[in-house]
């Protein structure tokens, strides 16, 4: 079963199709907390912002008609009333021929529908002169101009950075409605694995995958569920798996059960529930094991044991699932263009991913220097690779000097 | 007091000697809960990787002289001796003239020196021919070979992503090291600013500043405390900011107290320790009011009201020296190319900095669009700037058409 290997194109368009899951609902929490969540309802202003006619300047009220025709050397004369103070209700009323001081962010008063700006005036006790007309409303901020009673202020769906949450502050919230984060279940299987922070018994190593892959499942806007490495066999496994669709929205396995004599991880996969496994073997090169299934609702991803390949097929494959359930924009990887310093082979007939890291040339550019991913280490892999680059699976190669995209997996190399 | 405005290359000149100050210290968190914190130490590896010499191939494990001139008309002869399992240490001992199979990361056993991958073998029963001479070491990873006991594996400063979490997982650990976060006290001053969630006064508006720099400090690595909108008055703002002193690495206040002719922020900050005020005004727009200081180790910011001023400032000012107590990369904001959509002005004699929105044109580059932030609404400058551009002291405007750079004050715009 599951033998023939799907085209990368052909994957891809199965998830899109098969795996548009809808959000998971929606929770509240403070806005001090929200940053990078993202809206779960459209925000309606319950008031209007600014919620009273503010001036703009430092100056006096005025009524504006009163400085009609006023100029540098023929001021308006006005008298000055009152102060009208920043964060009160004025006291004074500005009437026909009176001003009242006023500074910016202060409401009118009563009576006055413009602002002279203090510049344009000199004052002498209660006598001030306005040297340059003012039209009405000029240097006035209207009530509810910035944002009316009624209107949408955000739109759901909204990603919540600093400019957002001062929005909602803006509108009295303390409390906002966000998209709840898909839990995602991460367990390594495999013989060779044993978790970090125990023994390490002989023949065996550390397993990473299901801390790298936890990692990448938070910086998809997904809360990781660590259930460490599961025992090698079949039952253990279907125990881990099951206890995990209980308990978690999405389900991440990396590596294969070595028992017997093929992978078990799609077979036990598929006899979980409906509709089952959609994927088994893509035509990739690294990541051919990788197996995505649908359970119910609830995404299952089987990734490569390697931890670079796990890692890039989380990245092309699970993280825009995952990014759509949270109700977040789906990201591709940011690209820079450089120059391959290698000839670079693609595997016969399969779309070749090649980790590289990127040095700056002289001329301010990128230079891509391939990091092999089979035989050499995993963490000098992990550690070193800036992004990949693709070679479609009709290329036998991408010629040393030629410019390539590379993909990056970090964020600190594009300014 | 503190009267000539400072330059701007000149406020990052002072800010960069000034207030470079050391990182806060290390603390232990669990490896789980490191993603994008920052790596306190060097960190070294305890044991070898991988900790034995493992098989990259399935195949069979065998002297390599055995094979010598074998081809696929004159294959060797061996004998099967037995199975290496993956994740056990090896029963079996491969003697001349004999093998042993093997899988992928098995560890090779006694007397095998190489390995041969299955496809260049036939095996019948125990006995087992091999069509292609292999060399000594041939497909084995040999122990340390990724990474030796002793060596460094990260260096202190890296941020942790999956790849670094990954590789401190991989070496076995469960803790790590990293920097303690700056914490920073973040207040709104101002007589007409009332905290979000309370009652809103007349007169009054809701403070955005408070919540919008938390945010800021959060995304740029701090931890933001909120200490909401401190009342009008000398008194309250001495109190408040010995308090935050007392229990923070960085103050942040915004607006600025409107009692008195003139601004008293500067000076109560200036009295509550050495050095006390570095910078106060400074020849930007907008911006103008920020100031600058230093309580001892403590950096203080008085930032702008105006909201987006406030936002915009912390980018240009803050943020670095935030980062910078995290033991963080500095980061600089990423920009892109855009045609100025009108011909915008910049303040005399003064750095001028105009918010933008950038809209996609026909040739897949953007349009920037200037968004008024003086007499405009703080929330709509919020909800749309995309960014800035900078428009230098020494020019008069930038024209409609001419190419301009704008820094992205969010992250999305960039794929």
Redesign the interface.
């Known amino acids: 079963m599951f033998r023939r290997l799907t085209s990368f194109d052909e994957a891809k368009r199965v998830i899109n199709e098969k795996l548009k899951l809808p959000v998971l609902g929606v929770e509240e929490v403070p806005?001090?907390e929200a940053?990078n969540r993202v809206l779960g309802e459209k925000v309606v202003s319950t008031?209007d912002?600014?919620?009273?006619n503010r001036s703009?300047v430092d100056g006096y009220a005025v009524k504006a008609e009163d400085t009609f025709g006023a100029e540098e050397n023929q001021p308006a004369k006005l008298a000055v009333r009152g102060v009208v103070?920043?964060?009160?209700?004025?006291e004074v009323k500005v009437g026909k021929g009176e001003s009242a001081e006023i500074?910016t962010?202060?409401?009118i008063p009563e009576g006055a529908d413009a602002v002279v700006m203090v510049e344009d005036t000199d004052r002498d006790g209660d006598e001030l002169r306005v040297f340059r007309a003012v039209t009405r409303d000029g240097n006035i901020?209207k009530q509810g101009?910035?944002?009316k009673k009624g209107e949408t202020?955000?739109e759901a769906g909204r990603?919540?950075?600093?400019?957002?949450?001062?929005?909602?502050?803006?509108?009295?919230?303390?409390m906002v409605k966000v998209f709840k984060v898909p839990v995602v279940a991460v367990l390594s299987t495999?013989?060779?694995?044993t978790e970090?922070?125990?023994e390490?018994?002989?023949?065996?190593?550390?397993?990473?995958?299901?801390?790298?892959?936890?990692?990448?499942v938070?910086?998809s806007g997904g809360k990781?569920v660590?259930l460490g490495v599961v025992p090698?066999d079949e039952v253990a496994l279907r125990n881990a798996l099951e206890r995990a669709l209980a308990s978690a929205d999405v389900v991440m396995t990396s590596g294969g059960v070595?028992v017997g004599p093929h992978d078990l991880t799609p077979q036990i996969v598929n006899s979980l529930g409906e509709p089952g496994v959609l994927l088994s073997g893509i035509a990739v090169k690294p990541g051919k094991p990788t197996t995505v299934a649908l359970v119910g609702k609830k995404p299952v991803f089987s990734m490569p044991?390697h931890?670079t390949s796990a890692?890039l097929l989380f990245h092309l494959l699970a993280r825009p699932v995952i990014q759509r359930m949270a109700g977040r924009?789906t990201?591709?990887a940011?690209?820079v263009k450089a120059v391959a310093a290698a000839r670079m082979f693609s595997a016969k007939g399969r779309r070749t991913f090649v980790m590289v890291t990127l040095k700056q040339n002289k001329r301010n550019g990128f230079v891509a220097e391939p990091v092999a991913t089979?035989?050499?280490?995993?963490?000098?892999t992990?550690?070193k690779?800036d992004g990949y680059l693709e070679i479609p699976a009709n290329h036998q190669f991408v010629d040393a000097g030629e410019e390539v995209v590379v993909s990056l997996?970090?964020d600190?190399l594009?300014?």
Not at 85 to 90: A, D, F
Not at 374 to 380: E, L, V
């Open positions: 806005l001090l940053y008031l912002i600014p919620p009273f703009i103070s920043v964060g009160e209700p004025p500074v962010g202060a409401p901020m101009t910035d944002i202020a955000l990603v919540l950075g600093s400019s957002e949450i001062g929005v909602l502050a803006a509108l009295g919230l303390t495999g013989a060779e694995v970090p922070g125990k390490l018994p002989a023949g065996k190593i550390y397993d990473i995958n299901a801390y790298s892959l936890s990692t990448a938070r910086k990781p660590y090698d070595s044991g931890p890692l924009p990201t591709e940011k690209t089979g035989a050499s280490g995993a963490i000098t992990l550690a690779a997996l970090k600190t594009v300014s």
